[in-house]
């Protein structure tokens, strides 16, 4: 199961209109779909799905449900979350939710 959460890691960019472009942008969620940047997670909080993930399921755009846990690795020392296991009132089991990266584009 697919799931959208968010880790994008900022790049460093060298030419000075498109730095002060993605300096004006990276601060409006309307430029990125409403997805921000970084996302702080605990057990316990409420989450909402952006996009259609499994119709069959019931897991479509705006199906809320709450984060059980995560799925964590170490990766040279680091912790990584893997999945987000989060659970729907409609389903009997917690979904894992992989999270997914997104590009937009700076300059139009």
Same mark, same amino acid.
Do not use: C, W
């Given at each position: 199961?697919?799931g959208? $959460?968010?880790?994008?890691?900022?790049?460093t960019?060298?030419l000075?209109k498109v730095?002060k %472009? #993605?300096?004006?942008?990276s601060e409006?969620?309307t430029r %990125?779909a409403?997805?921000?940047?970084k996302?702080?997670?605990?057990?316990?909080?409420?989450v909402?799905?952006?996009?259609?993930q499994?119709?069959?399921a019931?897991?479509?755009?705006? +199906?809320?449900g709450t984060?059980e846990?995560?799925n964590?690795?170490?990766?040279?020392s680091?912790?990584?979350i893997?999945?987000? +296991?989060?659970k #729907?009132?409609?389903l009997?089991k917690p979904?894992?939710?992989q999270?997914?990266? $997104?590009? $937009?584009?700076?300059l139009?």
């Amino acid at each position: 199961m697919r799931g959208v $959460f968010l880790n994008v890691t900022t790049v460093t960019l060298t030419l000075p209109k498109v730095e002060k %472009t #993605y300096e004006k942008i990276s601060e409006d969620g309307t430029r %990125t779909a409403g997805l921000e940047k970084k996302l702080s997670l605990s057990i316990g909080a409420k989450v909402m799905l952006k996009r259609n993930q499994n119709v069959d399921a019931g897991l479509v755009d705006g +199906s809320i449900g709450t984060v059980e846990g995560f799925n964590i690795t170490m990766q040279q020392s680091t912790p990584h979350i893997n999945t987000i +296991s989060v659970k #729907y009132s409609h389903l009997d089991k917690p979904v894992n939710i992989q999270g997914e990266s $997104f590009s $937009f584009e700076v300059l139009k």
